[in-house]
């Protein structure tokens, strides 16, 4: 098993430029989640998903957007890129059924390090 | 509302020593406490968590966590170090009342083994 892949690894964009990273799983989790990092703030929870076809906004979702048309797959959009949103981003499933599940381990992916300049 | 506090930055401690990393938290109803660990350039992998019982839990690579309901703390530890467990830590919580809210992380606590 391949466990939580994401891709790109590394990008670097312009300012106002829009670009997709995708997360793939193949551990058939029903939760998914994707969280920014940076310096000293830990993870920050950006957009999270529940099941195929649901999503909802986490702690700092402002400039995203996702979609889970696929249950193996959570997609995490920038519209219009912006200095700010220079980090890492992670992605990350669970296992779960309803909001109990929400108390099983994450798995993460290894990151995509993007750049706005 | 849920926080973390991991009141290290950094922790220096000898390879063969004991280490510990501090993790203290705040929220609703009991906690469901997790530690992730996180190596350069990698994600997060899972090594252990507290849902309910025991309150001395263990977990991979020889590490253990205790849960202090009183002092509100679950702090990793390990009887002996290994330069390999040099990286990043962090802490995860999430109230038993906060249902729809997910784990709030903590700032990370860089764990550096010294040989």
């Known amino acids: 098993n391949a466990g939580v892949t994401q891709t790109p690894k590394f990008r670097v964009l312009k300012t106002g430029q829009s670009m997709t990273l995708l997360c793939a799983q193949d551990m058939n989790h029903e939760y998914m989640y994707w969280y920014r990092q940076d310096p000293g703030m830990g993870l920050r929870l950006i957009h999270y998903s529940v099941g195929e076809g649901t999503t909802a906004k986490g702690e700092v979702p402002d400039g995203y957007n996702v979609s889970r048309l696929k249950k193996q797959n959570f997609l995490l959009g920038l519209e219009s890129a912006a200095p700010s949103q220079t980090s890492v981003y992670f992605c990350?499933?669970?296992?779960?059924?309803?909001?109990?599940?929400?108390?099983?381990?994450?798995?993460f992916g290894p990151g995509t390090r993007l750049t706005v300049t | 509302a849920q926080s973390v506090a991991q009141p290290e930055d950094q922790v220096n401690v000898a390879e063969g020593n004991p280490l510990t990393v501090k993790c203290t938290y705040s929220v609703s109803g009991n906690p469901y406490l997790f530690w992730y660990v996180q190596y350069p350039n990698r994600g997060l992998q899972f090594l252990l968590k507290?849902?309910?019982?025991?309150?001395l839990v263990k977990g991979s690579y020889g590490f253990e966590a205790e849960f202090n309901k009183s002092q509100t703390s679950f702090h990793l530890k390990k009887p002996s170090a290994l330069v390999s467990d040099s990286a990043l830590y962090f802490c995860a919580v999430r109230g038993e009342d906060n249902y729809g809210q997910n784990f709030v992380f903590g700032p990370g606590t860089r764990l550096s083994v010294l040989p």
């Open positions: 507290y849902i309910t019982g025991d309150n």
């Open positions: 990350a499933s669970s296992y779960g059924a309803g909001l109990r599940g929400m108390n099983y381990e994450q798995y």
